[in-house]
């Protein structure tokens, strides 16, 4: 179903894009838009604005509809919930979960474990063997 409404929203967009091309320009903003053209009569004017208007509405509708059948069935969903199993930290050891305290103080405690002995800040002496 969501396949034949994309493909219903786009046809309703190319047809919206020639009926906006085919309209005559009244600003003259390039130039281009005065003299007598192909569709020049006042009718056609009023034409190509219903239907655009008519296309405008659609595209609107097909919009709405496939964002709202795209969250139709998504469930709501807390981090804060799941379970921990979902993957290892690149440190080895898993972080177990909070007993007590808060999410800083856990994370926190977790950066002490998987924590390595600190490198050297600075140049070190070359010592024998």
Same mark, same amino acid.
Request: charged share 10%; proline share 8%; hydrophobic share 40%.
């Given at each position: 179903?969501? *396949?034949?409404?994309?493909?219903?929203? @786009?046809?309703?967009?190319?047809?919206?894009?020639? &009926?906006? @091309?085919?309209? =005559? +320009?009244?600003?003259? !903003?390039?130039?281009?838009?005065?003299? &007598?053209?192909?569709?020049?009569?006042? !009718?056609?004017?009023?034409?190509?604005?219903? *239907? *655009?208007?008519?296309?405008?509405? !659609?595209?609107?509708?097909? +919009?709405?509809? @496939?964002?709202?059948?795209?969250?139709?069935?998504?469930? $709501?969903?807390?981090?804060? !919930? #799941?379970?921990?199993?979902? %993957?290892?930290?690149?440190?080895? +050891? $898993?972080?177990?979960? $909070?007993? +007590?305290?808060?999410?800083?103080?856990?994370? =926190? =405690?977790?950066?002490? #474990?998987? #924590?390595?002995?600190?490198?050297?800040? %600075?140049?070190?002496?070359?010592?024998?063997?």
């Amino acid at each position: 179903m969501q *396949t034949v409404v994309i493909v219903i929203h @786009l046809m309703i967009v190319a047809v919206m894009i020639g &009926a906006v @091309l085919l309209q =005559k +320009s009244e600003g003259g !903003g390039l130039g281009m838009g005065g003299g &007598a053209g192909f569709m020049s009569s006042r !009718g056609t004017a009023n034409l190509l604005s219903r *239907t *655009t208007a008519i296309l405008a509405a !659609g595209f609107f509708v097909t +919009s709405l509809f @496939l964002s709202w059948y795209a969250g139709y069935n998504r469930a $709501p969903s807390s981090i804060i !919930g #799941q379970p921990a199993s979902q %993957g290892q930290p690149a440190g080895g +050891s $898993p972080i177990a979960p $909070p007993t +007590s305290g808060g999410i800083l103080d856990s994370l =926190k =405690k977790a950066d002490e #474990q998987q #924590q390595a002995p600190a490198a050297p800040s %600075g140049p070190q002496v070359p010592r024998s063997q």
